[in-house]
């Protein structure tokens, strides 16, 4: 009993070290040919908060725009109650390519964005906060079209639940209609 107990605790280490292991970005990563409009498709989260939304989550359209001093706007377009939201984050560039950082207003804390795997034309892997907390880690799926190819799909929940993740908290929802607005509807836009 006391030898099932000790494994079941270095198992248990073991398990945490490879969680925070250091995440690879995209070698050889373009930011020109990273920039334009995505589309969230996927979406691997724990948060508890999030947990009683998770069936209403709707895919969201963003559109990743290059500064001439190599940061980053990412404009993310959402479906709330209030209607379609559009969020602006800045990404500061580091020194890896296809890393950055942002300040988080909601968690008042410094996450770090890896765009882990991308081809570019198709699709991108993307890791928030590396360092595994179920309350900030996010890995989302990101598409230049509305629809992905089924072994990208497996791709990144593999990766997810290599992460740490739950099979529950992995998800692929269905779009959001009118989002970004075609024409009329309430349309906010503020700041992140």
């Known amino acids: 009993m006391r030898t099932t107990g000790v494994a079941t605790v270095v198992m248990g280490i073991l398990s945490a ?3 925070n292991a250091d995440v690879k970005t995209q070698g050889d990563f373009n930011l ?6 995505w589309y969230r498709l996927g979406l691997a989260y724990d ?4 947990v009683p939304y998770r069936d209403r989550l709707k895919a969201s359209v963003g559109t990743v725009t290059p500064l ?3 940061n980053v706007n990412l404009t993310m377009w959402d479906i709330t109650p209030l ?10 560039q580091t020194s890896i390519p296809g890393q950055f950082t942002y300040f988080s207003s909601r968690h008042n804390m410094v996450k770090d964005i890896t765009v882990v795997d991308t081809n570019y034309s198709e699709y991108a892997l993307v890791l928030k906060h590396k360092v595994f907390h179920r309350e900030y880690t996010q890995v989302a799926l990101y598409g230049r079209s509305q629809r992905l ?15 740490g ?4 908290s ?3 929802p269905p779009l959001a209609e009118n989002c970004p607005p075609s024409g009329s509807g309430r349309f906010h836009t503020y700041l992140q």
């Open 47 to 50: 948060s508890p908060g999030f």
């Open 17 to 19: 070290m490879m969680l």
């Open 32 to 37: 020109q040919r990273f920039a334009g409009k």
């Open 68 to 70: 001439p001093n190599g």
């Open 170 to 172: 992995i998800l692929t």
């Open 165 to 168: 993740f739950s099979k529950e």
């Open 149 to 163: 190819r089924p072994e990208i799909i497996q791709k990144f929940k593999a990766f997810a639940l290599s992460r």
């Open 83 to 92: 209607g379609c939201q559009s969020k602006v984050y800045q990404y500061e």
